[in-house]
C-alpha cells in the first residue's frame, strides 16, 4: 500500500490537454483578444489549471511537454516495410507502403502555435515546473516519473484524457480526467471502461493501432475485435501465435499478414519507462502563482475577469475607508483637496461595454440617458467617495460644501469617466470646473484595443482590486490618475488626451444633454408603412416558397431553403452542426435566387422597424428629443460611437433608412444643419502620401473619381461615364481599406485577374501611394503600433503573424488607421473648436449629433448665415494638410432633406 504520509504527485499530459482545450472552444466560442489574438485555448487551459488546484490542492505538481524533433520510435517505425489491408470492393488484402510513425499527423494549426508560447508563459506564472525530455515523448517522461514517484510509496495522478495511459494504472498510479467531471481511473475503472485490465492496455492498442500517430495495429481490427480477442486469448502474443483459431476470416489474414508490424506496433505503443532522467519532487512542491506575471499575462491577454480575481499588487493602494467621517475628519479633507486636488466617484456612471467592432460597439444592457436622470433626480441624498490624501478615502453626502469644491476652478479633480459624472451631478446642482483628469480617457489613450475601460478593468490591469464601493473607488481613481498620466507622457499619447479626448468630453455631454428632436407623427406613419411592407414581403416568400412558416426562425428557414427549394447548403459548422441562414449565406444565395432575396429585405425593413420606428417615440422625453449616449473609449480607431439608441447606424444608401431620418427634425422656428467632410480618408491619403497626382487633383478642384477612372482604365474624362466613374470610386476607397483582387471582384463583379489589373495600375499610376503603404508596414513592424496624425496610437500585434489571413487583416488594418483614425481626430478638434465659438458668440445653435464624419446642428433661423460661416471656417481650417480639408453643408426642415 502506498505512504498514506506522502503527498500524492500530479503529473500532466499538457500537450493533450491543449488540444483537447483547442477543439473544444474552436467549436463551440472562438476567442480573440481586440487585436486579433487567439485565446482560446490559453483560456481553457488557464482555467484547467486553476481548477485543479483549487479541487485537489496538488502539493507536487508538473507539467510535461513533448520536445521537437525526432524520438526512438521514428527509427524503429522504419522497419515496418509494408501492410496487408483489407479491400472491401476487391473482398482481397492489398500491400500497402508505410509512411512511418505520425507521418500522418496534420500539423498544428497556426493559431494554436501562437497559444503556445502563452501557455508556457501561464505554466511559468503558476510556477508549475515544465519537464521534458530529448528523445522522448511526453507519454514517457510520465511513465518514467510515475514509476519513480511510486516507488518511493507516493500515489500518482496521471491528468490526461488519453487512453494510452491506462497502461501506467496500478496500484498506486491512477489517470485523472478533469474534463469528465475529474473521473478518476483505477484498475477497476480502467476496465470497466475498456474492456480489459490496466496490463492488457497495450495489448488492445497494438491490435486496434492508432490512425492519429499513424500506428498500424492489425488492419481490420477495431475497439470491440480487439478487446474481444485479447479476452479470448489473453494476450496479444497468444493471439499471433493461434491466428489460424480466429473465426472471423478478415481478423484472422489480418493477423497472419502482419503479424511483424502488429508487434513492431506494441513497441510503437509502450510507454517507456526508463527514461534517463532524475525524479526531483523538491522542484515539484506546488508554490503561490507569480501574480505580478499572472497580472501581466492576463492583462495581454484580456482575461479581465481573472485579473480581478488577483490580490493587489504590492503597489497597488492601501485603503483606508471612513464611510462615517468625523467633523475633523471631513475638514481635513476639505484642506488637503483645496491645496492639492482631489478624486472622486458616484454612482449612475455607465461603464463602457464591449465592443464588437470598432463601427458596431456591443448594445449593453445599461440605462438610458433618460433613465440615469430621472433616476439621479428621486435620490434625495446624494452620496459620492473622495479621496485627497493618497490611500484614504471618504463617503460624503453632496452638500453647499461639497458642490463649491466642485466647481472650484482652481482645484484640480481626478474621475473615471467625467462625462458620465457630470450627468449624475447635474441634477444634483453641481458643475465640474478646473483641471480634470479622467481616468477612464487615460487608458483609453494608452491602449485602445482593450475590450473595457471600465473602472474595474482598468483597476485590475494596473494591479489594483475592483472597487467595492464609492470610497475604494475614489482612492483607486486618485492612485490611478498620476501613474496612467506618466505612463501617457512615456508613450507619447499624452498630447491625445490633453488636446482631444479630454475637452471633447463636457461638448459630447452637452451634445447628450441636447438630444436631437424627432417627429413621433411621422414615425407612427413610417411604422404602419414598415408594418404593411414587412407583411407583403412575407406573403411573397410564402408564395415563391410554396408554403408558410416562422421567417424569423433559421431553423425553419434553413429547412424551407436547403431541403424544399434544394438551394445549396452552406458548409456545416458549430457545436450543433446547424446550417446557417447567416446574412452572407442569403446574398450569396440571393444573386441567384429570388427567396433568399426577399429575405434579406424582410430581415432590413423588420430590423429597422424594431430597432428605430417603434423604439425612438419610447426614448423621447417631454419635448420629444432623444439623448443618445456617445462613446468616446470604446473602438480602437478613435471614432466615437453612439448607444442607446445608436444613431450612427441609421443606414443612409437605402431609401428606407432615408426615410427614417426625416423623423429627426428641428425644433420649431429653426432648422437642421448638416456639415460632412468630403471624402475625408481620400484627402488624408494624399496627404501622407504626397501622391503627386492626388495632391494635384485635390488642389485644383479635379474629381478624384474621374481622375482614377482615367488613369486605370484609360478612358478619356470627356467620355466618362456614370459606370465607370463608380468603378473608379470602388478602387479608390478599396485603397484606403486594403482590399484584395479578391473583394475587389466579388464588388464590381469581375474577374480576380481584371481586379488585380486594376490594383497594380493604381500603385503604378500613384507610386506615392504605394511607397506610403510600404513606410507604413515598414514602421508598424518596426514598433508593433501605428499612429494617426495627432499621435493616437493603436497596437497591431499580429503584424508579424505567421498566418497569412491574420498577417494580411493586420497590415490592411496598419494601413487603414491612420487614415480613418486621423479622420476622427480631425472631426473631433473640430467639434471642440465649434462648442467653444458657439459658447462664446452666445449662440442659441445646438451641436445635436456626430456621425463620423458628419455633424449635425439645430440652427435658430436669425443665426444661419452666421452658424454656416462659422461651421465650414472650423472644420475645414482645423488643421494645415497639404490639401484642402473640404466640408459639405446643407440646411433643411428635417435629416432626410439637407
Known amino acids: 500500500m502506498p505512504d498514506q504520509a506522502k503527498p500524492p504527485v500530479f503529473l500532466l499530459d499538457t500537450m493533450n490537454f491543449i488540444f483537447r482545450a483547442y477543439h473544444a472552444m474552436q467549436r463551440s466560442r472562438p476567442m480573440s483578444t481586440r487585436s486579433g489574438l487567439p485565446t482560446a485555448a490559453t483560456y481553457v487551459f488557464v482555467n484547467m489549471i486553476r481548477k485543479l488546484r483549487q479541487d485537489f490542492s496538488p502539493h507536487y505538481f508538473a ?305 438610458s440617458l433618460l433613465d440615469v436622470a430621472e433616476a439621479a433626480e428621486k435620490q434625495a441624498d446624494c452620496s459620492i467617495g473622495v479621496c485627497a490624501e493618497p490611500g484614504v478615502a471618504l463617503a460624503l453626502q453632496l452638500n453647499d460644501e461639497l458642490r463649491s469644491l466642485l466647481g472650484d476652478s482652481q482645484v484640480p479633480k481626478r474621475v473615471h469617466d467625467m462625462k458620465a459624472a457630470m450627468h449624475a451631478l447635474r441634477p444634483q446642482g453641481a458643475k465640474l470646473h478646473g483641471a480634470i483628469d479622467d481616468v477612464m480617457l487615460l487608458s483609453y489613450a494608452l491602449n485602445p484595443t482593450h475590450t473595457t475601460q471600465s473602472l474595474a478593468d482598468v483597476a485590475a490591469r494596473n494591479g489594483h482590486a475592483p472597487p467595492a464601493s464609492l470610497t475604494s473607488a475614489a482612492a483607486i481613481v486618485n492612485a490611478l490618475a498620476p501613474a496612467l498620466r506618466t505612463h501617457a507622457e512615456e508613450s507619447d499619447v499624452a498630447k491625445v488626451y490633453d488636446t482631444i479626448d479630454l475637452p471633447l468630453a463636457p461638448v459630447l455631454y452637452r451634445m447628450e444633454e441636447a438630444g436631437v428632436r424627432i417627429d413621433k407623427r411621422v414615425l407612427s406613419t413610417l411604422s404602419t408603412r414598415f408594418g404593411a411592407e414587412i407583411e407583403r414581403l412575407g406573403e411573397r416568400i410564402y408564395e415563391l416558397a410554396g408554403q408558410r412558416f416562422n421567417i424569423n426562425s433559421p431553423k425553419q428557414l434553413g429547412v424551407v431553403l436547403f431541403t424544399h427549394m434544394g438551394l445549396p447548403a452552406p458548409v456545416k459548422y458549430g457545436k450543433g452542426k446547424t446550417i446557417s441562414t447567416a446574412q452572407d449565406v442569403l446574398e450569396q444565395l440571393a444573386e441567384k435566387h429570388e427567396v433568399p432575396r426577399l429575405v434579406l429585405e424582410y430581415r432590413h425593413v423588420s430590423k429597422l422597424k424594431s430597432t428605430y420606428i417603434d423604439q425612438l417615440p419610447l426614448m423621447a422625453d417631454a419635448d420629444s428629443r432623444v439623448h443618445t449616449t456617445f462613446q468616446a473609449a470604446a473602438t480602437s480607431t478613435g471614432r466615437l460611437s453612439s448607444i442607446n439608441p445608436n444613431l450612427q447606424n441609421i443606414p443612409i444608401r437605402t431609401e428606407l433608412g432615408r426615410e427614417i431620418r426625416a423623423a429627426f427634425t428641428a425644433a420649431p422656428g429653426s432648422e437642421l444643419l448638416s456639415a460632412d467632410y468630403s471624402q475625408i480618408e481620400l484627402r488624408l491619403l494624399a496627404h501622407f502620401s504626397n501622391d503627386p497626382l492626388l495632391v494635384r487633383a485635390y488642389q485644383t478642384g479635379e474629381d478624384i473619381h474621374t481622375l482614377t477612372a482615367s488613369e486605370v482604365f484609360g478612358v478619356p474624362v470627356e467620355s466618362m461615364d456614370k459606370e465607370t466613374r463608380a468603378r473608379a470610386k470602388a478602387v479608390n476607397f478599396g485603397i484606403v481599406y486594403g482590399i484584395s483582387p479578391f473583394g475587389l471582384a466579388a464588388q464590381l463583379g469581375i474577374a480576380q485577374a481584371e481586379a488585380r489589373a486594376y490594383i497594380e495600375r493604381y500603385f503604378a499610376r500613384y507610386q506615392g501611394v504605394q511607397a506610403f503603404i510600404e513606410k507604413t508596414l515598414a514602421e508598424t513592424r518596426r514598433t508593433g503600433s501605428v499612429r494617426t496624425l495627432f499621435g493616437r496610437v493603436r497596437p497591431i500585434p499580429d503584424i508579424e503573424s505567421r498566418n497569412p489571413n491574420q498577417r494580411g487583416f493586420a497590415e490592411r488594418t496598419a494601413v487603414n488607421t491612420p487614415l480613418q483614425g486621423t479622420a476622427a481626430d480631425l472631426i473631433k478638434l473640430a467639434m471642440i473648436a465649434l462648442d467653444a465659438k458657439i459658447t462664446d458668440r452666445k449662440l442659441k445653435t445646438r451641436m445635436v449629433l456626430q456621425v463620423h464624419d458628419e455633424l449635425l446642428f439645430e440652427v435658430p433661423a436669425d443665426e444661419k448665415e452666421e452658424v454656416e460661416e462659422l461651421v465650414r471656417a472650423e472644420m475645414e481650417g482645423v488643421v494645415k494638410l497639404n490639401v484642402p480639408l473640404v466640408a459639405d453643408l446643407g440646411f433643411g426642415p428635417n435629416w432626410r432633406d439637407l
Open 63 to 367: 507539467a510535461v511537454f513533448d520536445v521537437s524533433g525526432k524520438v526512438f520510435r521514428d527509427d524503429r517505425a522504419k522497419e515496418i516495410g509494408s501492410l496487408r489491408k483489407w479491400n472491401s470492393k476487391t473482398q482481397c488484402f492489398e500491400e500497402v507502403g508505410y509512411e512511418g510513425y505520425k507521418a500522418k499527423r496534420e500539423a498544428m494549426p497556426e493559431d494554436l502555435v501562437r497559444q503556445i508560447p502563452f501557455i508556457r508563459r501561464s505554466l511559468e506564472v503558476f510556477r508549475i515546473p515544465i519537464l521534458e525530455a530529448e528523445g522522448f515523448e511526453a507519454d514517457d517522461v510520465i511513465g518514467t516519473l510515475s514509476c519513480r514517484a511510486a516507488e518511493q510509496g507516493h500515489d500518482v495522478y496521471i491528468v490526461s484524457g488519453d487512453k494510452d495511459m491506462m497502461q501506467l494504472v496500478n496500484e498506486r498510479v491512477k489517470v485523472l480526467n478533469p474534463q469528465k467531471d475529474n473521473l478518476v481511473l483505477d484498475a477497476a475503472k480502467v476496465e470497466e471502461v475498456l474492456g480489459v485490465p490496466p496490463s492488457k492496455v497495450i495489448d488492445v492498442m497494438a491490435l486496434r493501432g492508432d490512425t492519429i500517430d499513424n500506428i498500424p495495429g492489425a488492419p481490420g481490427i477495431g475497439d470491440k475485435g480487439s478487446v474481444d480477442l485479447i479476452k479470448e486469448f489473453g494476450s496479444l502474443e497468444a493471439v499471433l501465435d493461434r491466428a489460424e483459431e480466429v473465426k472471423r476470416k478478415t481478423y484472422r489474414e489480418s493477423l497472419q499478414h502482419n503479424r511483424d508490424a502488429v508487434l513492431l506496433s506494441k513497441e510503437l505503443v509502450t510507454i517507456d519507462c526508463n527514461v534517463p532522467l532524475q525524479l526531483d519532487l523538491t522542484a515539484m512542491v506546488t508554490q503561490e502563482p507569480d501574480l505580478e506575471g499572472c497580472r501581466e499575462l492576463f492583462t495581454e491577454l484580456e482575461f479581465t475577469s481573472w485579473l480581478k480575481e488577483l490580490a493587489p499588487a504590492e503597489s497597488a493602494v492601501k485603503f483606508e475607508l471612513i464611510e462615517s467621517p468625523t467633523a475633523e475628519q471631513r475638514a481635513a479633507f476639505f484642506s488637503t483637496a483645496r491645496a492639492s486636488g482631489f478624486a472622486f466617484a458616484m454612482d449612475a456612471a455607465q461603464p463602457a461595454p464591449a465592443a464588437e467592432s470598432d463601427e458596431e460597439p456591443a448594445q449593453p444592457t445599461t440605462m
